[in-house]
Antibody, heavy 116, light 106 residues
């Protein structure tokens, strides 16, 4: 069965960076893009962007350019998202999802808390 | 980007009651998609391409609409339907979600 397993919760200080992982199983990894989505109580669900898991090509929501960097390791069927220059506004649950926009399968979410 | 406005924001329904949630888009979209999310879990695909039920979704759910106005309807509310429902458009990049409708059991 298709599974997307995300890394655990992160507590980070303002100005630092975090890198979240999303390990896929149950399907051919390079056959589907991986997208990343941010969820907060205030802003709801926001689309960050996607990565072409075959080529490594990326497409970002303008709002998250410079904030998020998407990468992939095909050898381990894992997608990564690095968030940089963290501020309290980056505190959220971050999800990976299969596909560039279909989101048929989701990871369980990774809570990122930014606090000094 | 296309803004999706859901209404109501929250609502409560009694068992057996008909429920309708609406989603209005700031520009015309080809299809609307819906997700269900329960507390502490990831969103689940619920309705896709406006009216097609995702696998395992009970047939008391239906979706309809076109252009800028779409809706999700539950013909007869059941306890398990209590959740937050989000609409999603992916006709225009970036994909955008509505703010959600929290449906509670009365």
């Amino acid at each position: 069965q298709v599974q997307l397993q995300q890394s655990g919760a992160e507590l980070a200080k303002p100005g630092s960076s975090v890198k979240i992982s999303c390990k896929a199983s149950g399907y051919t990894f390079t056959s589907y893009y991986i997208s990343w989505i941010k969820q907060t109580t205030g802003q709801g669900l926001e689309y960050i962007g996607y990565i072409n898991t075959g080529s490594g090509g990326t497409n970002y929501n303008e709002k998250f350019k410079g904030k998020a960097t998407l990468t992939v390791d095909k050898s381990s069927s894992t997608a990564f998202m690095q968030l940089s220059s963290l501020t309290p506004d980056d505190s959220a649950v971050y999800y990976c999802a299969r596909g560039s926009s279909s989101f048929a399968y989701w990871g369980q979410g990774t809570l990122v808390t930014v606090s000094s | 980007e296309i803004v999706l406005t859901q209404s109501p924001t929250t609502m409560a329904a009694s068992p057996g009651e008909k429920v309708t949630i609406t989603c209005r888009a700031s520009s015309s979209v080809s299809y609307m998609h819906w997700f269900q999310q329960k507390s502490g879990t990831s969103p689940k695909p619920w309705i896709y391409d406006t009216s097609k039920l995702a696998s395992g979704v009970p047939d008391r759910f239906s979706g309809s609409g076109s252009g800028t106005s779409y809706s999700l309807t539950i013909s007869s509310m059941e306890a398990e339907d209590a959740a937050t429902y989000y609409c999603l458009q992916r006709s225009s990049y970036p994909p955008t979600f509505g703010a959600g409708t929290k449906l509670e059991l009365k």
